[in-house]
């Protein structure tokens, strides 16, 4: 397989089909990990939240026929056209699929290697420039992040099902910089956001544009499970006047009282993690809050979420040079000393882990561990253009999603960067997200 850190758009199209060919392995290896279970585990549905497995198996089939093998290599479809229609995310809400004539277990196994080892096929061959679908091989990288996207979902339904552990990883490593600072500096004036030159970007990172971000604090890590246990036990899920009027409601409405998996036996607390429960670990991130529960302990802790802008920033702004880097880090890509990322964890490692993954300006861990919540709403930037198809990115704008950024520990490289943008309902929690807090200056501050 391909290790090299140089960038797809430095490489010629030798290595490039290599890093493809490898990175489409990677993929599908993780996928079966992930369906390695029973027809009875593959098929149930664990939460209505969630798809039953075999539908996330099956789509990644379908997709990749679509785009690989019906669109860029004009092939006649491998199954009735009509499967289409079952594997189509628009068509059926989740909590209905499994009531849908789906493939079963076998049949889906095998239409997604049937699809896999055609794809291959015309990898060696296909010219990987030509047409703006496959310029620098756009489609197969397209395809190898949605596939690892639906492994990261497939990963969350893995953690909302009962049961004994079915998943094992080593633990993640514990934290070599200690006594870090609480917040970093971020200075004001403008910085490039967005991206015109990452061969892979998906639609919503462009495009590439300047933004003029006044001068903030952001927090130097994630906020821990110790921070926010000290929220829980203030009676912070208790107080209206930390919570959004729609996240009030929604508590009241759910009797939320602490982040989801978390149990309190007497003074301990517990959290149950992919069929184990363990204690708590203080120095962790927080994971598997929504944003009101993010935006509330903002409050309570006297900050606020950062805007999408404001995180962007931090994690790219080089102050010295004033460019925009592609990671936090630099350029090259992410490795085991910059971020908790591919699912080598099951779980985020404790802040100060990553020293090597720090932003220019201090900032650790803004790649990897847990998502961060933002306090923006998702829409496109100015100049926007949907493609190569609307409903990737277009048909979620609006005020009903906030974006999240950075990753998490069961993000794969290829499907984040410091451009990337995820983005989910308010209420969504069984995703892997934490966040961080940011501050605005002080008039004092402002005077220095």
């Known amino acids: 397989m391909v290790t090299s850190n140089q960038p797809p758009a430095e490489m010629d199209d030798e290595r490039l089909r290599e890093r493809l060919a490898a990175d489409l392995i990677r993929a599908r290896d993780r996928t079966k990990q992930l369906t390695d279970v029973d027809d009875t585990e593959l098929t ?42 079952l594997y189509d995310a628009f068509q059926y809400p989740r909590k209905d699929r499994p009531k849908l004539p789906l493939l079963e277990a076998g049949p889906s196994r095998q239409y997604v290697d049937g699809v896999r080892n055609k794809v291959l096929d015309v990898l060696e061959r296909i010219p990987l420039n030509g047409r703006p ?35 094992s990883a080593p633990r993640p490593p514990r934290a070599s910089t200690k006594n870090l600072p609480p917040e970093v500096l971020v200075p004001g004036g403008p910085f490039t956001m967005g991206t015109d030159v990452e061969p892979w970007a998906l639609d ?30 203030a009676g912070g899920y208790d107080d209206a006047r ?35 429960t363990e204690p708590l670990h203080d120095d962790q991130p927080v994971v598997h809050v929504n944003w009101y529960e993010a935006d509330a302990y903002a409050r309570w802790a006297g900050r606020r979420l950062p805007t999408e802008e404001e995180w962007e920033k931090a994690a790219r702004f080089d102050p010295v040079s004033g460019r925009s880097r592609r990671f936090p880090w630099g350029d090259e890509e992410p490795s085991a000393e910059h971020a908790n990322l591919g699912q080598r964890h099951l779980e985020p490692a404790e802040v100060g882990a990553y020293p090597a993954g720090r932003s220019a300006l201090g900032v650790h861990q803004l790649m990897g561990d847990v998502w961060e919540w933002t306090s923006s709403t998702f829409n496109g930037y100015d100049g926007f253009r949907a493609w190569p198809y609307r409903e990737y990115s277009e048909v979620f704008f609006g005020h009903d999603h906030r974006v999240l950024r950075g990753g998490s520990f069961g993000s794969d490289p290829s499907a984040v960067r410091a451009t990337f943008r995820n983005w989910d309902y308010p209420i969504r929690r069984q995703i892997f997200s934490g966040f961080r807090c940011a501050r605005d200056l002080t008039p004092a501050e402002r005077d220095v």
Request: charged content about 20%.
């Open 204 to 233: 919503n990172e462009r495009p590439a544009h300047a933004v003029d971000v006044p001068a903030f604090f952001i927090d130097t890590t994630p906020v821990t499970n110790r921070a926010y246990r000290d929220f829980v036990e």
């Open 242 to 276: 930390w919570w959004h009027p729609a996240g009030w409601a929604y508590r009241q409405q759910t009797g939320l009282s602490a982040p989801q998996f978390w149990n309190r036996e007497g003074s301990t607390w517990t959290r149950r993690v992919f069929g184990s």
């Open 133 to 167: 679908l496959l310029n620098r091989g756009f489609a197969f990288g397209m395809i190898v992040q949605h596939e690892q996207q639906h492994d990261e979902t497939m990963l969350a339904t893995h953690q909302l099902r009962t049961g004994e552990a079915l998943l």
């Open 44 to 85: 149930h549905q664990h939460s209505p939240l969630m798809s039953p497995l075999v539908w996330d198996l099956a789509h990644i089939g379908n997709q990749e026929e679509l785009w690989l093998l019906r669109d860029v290599a004009g092939r006649d479809p491998l199954l009735p056209e009509t499967v289409d229609q």
